[in-house]
């Protein structure tokens, strides 16, 4: 579905120089897959799920959807095919705090061009264990409900890619594992491809493939990637 080649981020740096923030030199994502991105903090995890999810231009490589360039190597995909085609769980959320979670859900419809439907919000809500919360304000709520409510924003749009970063971040045993099997019931039952950025040993095991970043620095020669992994 996805194939990625010599991606690579990079930023000025006081000296006169670049930094680079990330450097993938292959990456293919597959219908249906479950990936896991690892490695330590600084190594391009956010920075890889955000040009994977054409929310932010890589500085160079070449990245394609079925075979089909979504623009320039540093352009971003276009805000309607991005909204259709990727379902994104970020650290922050992104939950609209002056909004009850059944307006939250209903914007999200809306933005995606869907006509507005309560009820199908309401079942959502339900599903992700939020019954009785629609009318609750994020700011009310656990970490772990927002969570879940984010997952059921996603759920809204059978998305082809969810990207989740550390989705279990600041949650408990219970919470996190209650949030992958989420995650991942929606991926199966929806043939999504599944990409989430973690650190968490328990998530790594959930998912079906590893791919592992490591920290690059000052511009220069991508290091080779771990035994076993693709090229990173």
């Known amino acids: 579905m996805i194939e990625a080649r010599d991606l690579r981020k990079e ?5 006169g120089g670049s930094v680079t923030a990330m450097h993938v030199e292959s990456l293919s994502v597959e219908r249906g897959e479950q990936i896991a991105v690892v490695g330590p903090s600084g190594s391009g995890k956010t920075t890889l799920l955000s040009i994977l999810g054409g929310v932010l231009a890589s500085t160079s490589g070449d990245i394609r959807w079925d075979g089909e360039p979504w623009g320039k190597a540093a352009g971003r995909m276009p805000a309607k095919m991005r909204a259709r085609r990727v379902g994104f769980v970020f650290q922050d959320l992104n939950l609209i705090p002056s909004l009850t979670l059944l ?11 869907l006509e507005c439907d309560g009820e199908k919000c ?6 992700v264990g939020l019954a009785g919360k629609e009318g609750h304000k994020p700011e009310a709520l656990s970490r772990g409900e927002r969570q879940r ?3 059921a924003r996603v759920a809204l749009h059978a998305h082809p890619l969810v990207l989740a970063d550390e989705p279990t971040a600041s949650l408990d045993g219970e919470s996190a594992a209650m949030a992958m099997d989420l995650l991942c019931g929606l991926a199966r039952g929806n043939q999504s491809a599944l990409v989430v950025a973690t650190h968490d040993p328990l998530v790594m095991e959930r ?7 490591r920290p690059i620095g000052k511009a220069g020669p991508p290091r080779p990637a771990a035994e076993g992994g693709p090229t990173i």
């Open 11 to 15: 930023y000025s740096a006081p000296d």
């Open 103 to 113: 307006e939250n859900l209903a914007a999200a419809m809306c933005f995606l061009g």
């Open 122 to 127: 309401r079942l959502l809500l339900e599903r």
């Open 149 to 151: 409510a984010a997952i």
């Open 207 to 213: 998912l079906e493939r590893r791919v592992e970043l």
